[in-house]
T-cell receptor, first 116, second 112 residues
Framework: GAVVSQHPSWVICKSGTSVKIECRSLDFQATTMFWYRQFPKQSLMLMATSNEGSKATYEQGVEKDKFLINHASLTLSTLTVTSAHPEDSSFYIC????????????FGPGTRLTVL | GEDVEQSLFLSVREGDSSVINCTYTDSSSTYLYWYKQEPGAGLQLLTYIFSNMDMKQDQRLTVLLNKKDKHLSLRIADTQTGDSAIYFCAESMGGGADGLTFGKGTHLIIQP
């Protein structure tokens, strides 16, 4: 149980285009979903926290107009990278939490974005 | 600010014990976690420890927490080839609405 999927697993796009990444909790309802970004040989950096039905909370330095997050249901959150540029190329990972004190987060396999 | 540090690589022989170390800076961390990342797979929670504990053992895994020194370690007994992965230390203030702060990950390499 507790499986989280991401789609697509990798995407290549041209500079200036927008890319949508989906994160789904397959067998549980996630009250909170998180989006992380990972550069090569770097740690995962939290980008934003989203709760179903409300606006996402972005970490300092993350542009909310560039990284649009929608959490329309308890099983789906989407991250849209708008007007992507080469510096947005990275590995984007989502996680989903059922809440509770332990804060156990279940992670998706990640999406590799390459912007040409 | 919060910071979690780990060494990038650890090489051990199959059958030996592996000890992966982590230091953190935020003394108000409530939970500390160890995650495992294998190629093509999502991060998998291996184990966790609550901040008021010193040690936790779960089969081949032993977690030691030195809260005074803000030092966390993960010991894997009888290391197997299947343990080859990247291990991330992470901390949280607790509560289901908090994102995690991760270290850069330690790549565990198993020598035959």
């Amino acid at each position: 149980g507790a499986v989280v999927s991401q789609h697509p697993s990798w995407v290549i796009c041209k500079s200036g285009t927008s890319v949508k990444i989906e994160c789904r909790s397959l067998d549980f309802q996630a009250t909170t979903m998180f989006w992380y970004r990972q550069f090569p040989k770097q740690s995962l950096m939290l980008m934003a926290t989203s709760n179903e039905g409300s606006k996402a909370t972005y970490e300092q330095g993350v542009e909310k107009d560039k990284f649009l997050i929608n959490h329309a249901s308890l099983t789906l959150s989407t991250l849209t990278v708008t007007s992507a540029h080469p510096e947005d190329s990275s590995f984007y990972i989502c996680s989903a939490s059922t809440g509770g004190g332990l804060n156990e987060q279940f992670f998706g396999p990640g999406t590799r974005l390459t912007v040409l | 600010g919060e910071d979690v540090e780990q060494s990038l690589f650890l090489s051990v022989r199959e059958g030996d014990s592996s000890v992966i170390n982590c230091t953190y800076t935020d003394s108000s961390s409530t939970y500390l976690y160890w995650y495992k990342q294998e190629p093509g797979a999502g991060l998998q929670l291996l184990t966790y420890i609550f901040s008021n504990m010193d040690m936790k053992q779960d089969q081949r895994l032993t977690v030691l927490l030195n809260k005074k020194d803000k030092h966390l370690s993960l010991r894997i007994a009888d290391t197997q080839t299947g343990d080859s992965a990247i291990y991330f230390c992470a901390e949280s203030m607790g509560g289901g609405a908090d994102g995690l702060t991760f270290g850069k990950g330690t790549h565990l390499i198993i020598q035959p």
